[in-house]
């Protein structure tokens, strides 16, 4: 199906079904809040399921894809109902162990990690020493930062980083993520100050194609133009699938729900799209949605 140059508003994802055989969903902001399923949700799964389509979740999430399903199953979910479960973090893996041309197999060994929990299965099995300070790394994995971290606090390692002359490799391009009380700050965050700085960041992720080359791979003999991926961050997920050439449906009520009263009529709600698209790469979807409803 053909990128629509006015996006269409609609009720819920039931209005957009039958157009499409197969459906790339983000996670948080459109699922979930981290700690459970948005309401409605299990039923447009349900439905879907119902309905023979497939569907592929995908997670600008720095953590590996068994974590995440894991993650998932804790809050309701059934991994196994979904065709795969892609992260960006498990596609960072990848590529550091296989480390198929530039820029991964220049990386060097010796890793400074920035993660979230402690967590460190995403640099487990890898040929990788952890460095614990700056100066004694060949790079810096972004996978994720603690909530309590701020911009500021990682400043002095950006800028120290950034005078050895050392890349960054960011396997989670978000800038914010969604919790259920806030918006807290995500390693897309400091890869961008990094790059303020001068700095090299490697990026793997939503909206760069590697991340939904991983998708499709998920979904042979589907055609493209039978995919529709949803999401709630222009920037990412709505320009990642204009980026393929695939049609999108952007989720107004997650990271930029601020900028869409539930209360607005159409025409409100067409011009702070035209404002955020504006604002953010130009990016427009086919469809437009509150929620992950039927």
Known sequence: MPQQSSPRFVDGIGALADRYHAFILDQWGVLHDGAAPYPGVMEVLAALKE????VVLLSNSGRRAGFSGERLRKMGFVPEDFAA??????????????????PWNKLGRRCLLLTIFGDKGVVEGLDLELAERVENADFILASGVEPEQTL????PLAEAGVAR?????C????????????????????????RE????????????RPIYQACLDALPGVDPAAIVCVGDSLEHDIAGASGVGL???????????AEFPPDAGPTVLAERLDDLAARHGGARPTWVVSRLVW
């Open 197 to 208: 700085l001068g700095g090299e960041v490697h990026y793997v992720g939503k909206p760069n």
């Open 51 to 54: 309905r023979g389509k497939a």
């Open 152 to 155: 500021e606090e990682l400043r």
């Open 171 to 194: 396997s989670n391009p978000d800038l914010v993520a969604v919790s259920r009380d806030a918006l807290t700050m995500a390693p897309g965050a400091f890869a961008k100050l990094y």
């Open 85 to 102: 479960v892609v992260t960006s973090g498990e596609a960072t893996w990848q590529l550091m162990r296989h480390r198929p041309a530039a």
């Open 247 to 257: 049609d999108s449906a952007f989720v107004t009520q997650g990271i930029h729900a």
């Open 165 to 169: 002359g050392i890349p960054v490799v």
